[in-house]
């Protein structure tokens, strides 16, 4: 039986190969924030294993987990990934004015001059830059526009990210144009 990861998870890290022989592991982020892996923070895995921090070096990416003492345990967790929840990761990592966490943007309406784009659906890293998945209003694919489409996430397209009314709005230009010649 697969087991399904929880909506409200967020992957941090993927687990490397083990280090030395008292059960350390390399850690490869997979978060913008370093501070996202804390010392005492329960983790889990895809399986849903619960992990608890015993030490971590933020220098070396080394991580160590209560009883995972031998390299053998630690062969174990090798290519796992870790998750943090939503509700962890807005408490130990702060963000700067005009950020945002990619979970809180999933669902966003996307609007350009009052219409409706779209919504997001997910947000893709390529290279340095972050891309926002829109699925395209019903109203538009009737318009034999595309089921959905891609925009950076970058000042040049995205003019506002609001919240009104518990909904998320992004305010953006140039991004009908990116639409229509998807």
């Not at 174990?76 to 963000?95: E, G, P, R, V």
């Not at 966490?101 to 659906?121: K, M, P, T």
């Not at 397209?157 to 518990?166: P, R």
Request: some cysteine; hydrophobic content about 35%; aromatic content about 10%.
């Amino acid at each position: 039986m697969k087991y399904e990861v929880p909506k409200n998870w967020v992957s941090v890290a993927k687990i490397g190969r083990s280090v030395g022989l008292k059960g350390e592991l390399l850690l490869h982020l997979m978060s913008d924030f370093p501070e996202s892996i804390q010392k005492d923070g329960v983790y889990y895995t895809q399986k849903g294993e619960e992990l608890f921090v015993e030490s971590y070096n933020i220098k070396r990416s080394l991580v160590k987990f209560v009883g995972i003492d031998s390299q053998n345990d630690a062969k174990k967790l090798t290519n796992c990934i870790l998750y943090s929840t939503q509700a962890q990761t807005k408490k130990t990592c702060k963000l700067e004015e005009g950020e945002f966490f990619w979970f809180d943007l999933i669902g966003a309406r996307v609007i350009e001059q009052g219409e409706v784009l779209g919504s997001v659906e997910d947000i893709e890293r390529m290279g340095t830059s972050d891309f926002l998945r829109v699925c395209t209003s019903k109203e538009l694919q009737e318009l034999k526009m595309p089921n959905f489409f891609i925009i950076p996430f970058m000042e040049r397209f995205i003019i506002e990210v609001l919240e009104k009314e518990g909904l998320k709005e992004i305010y953006t230009r140039f991004c009908k144009d990116i639409l229509e010649n998807s």
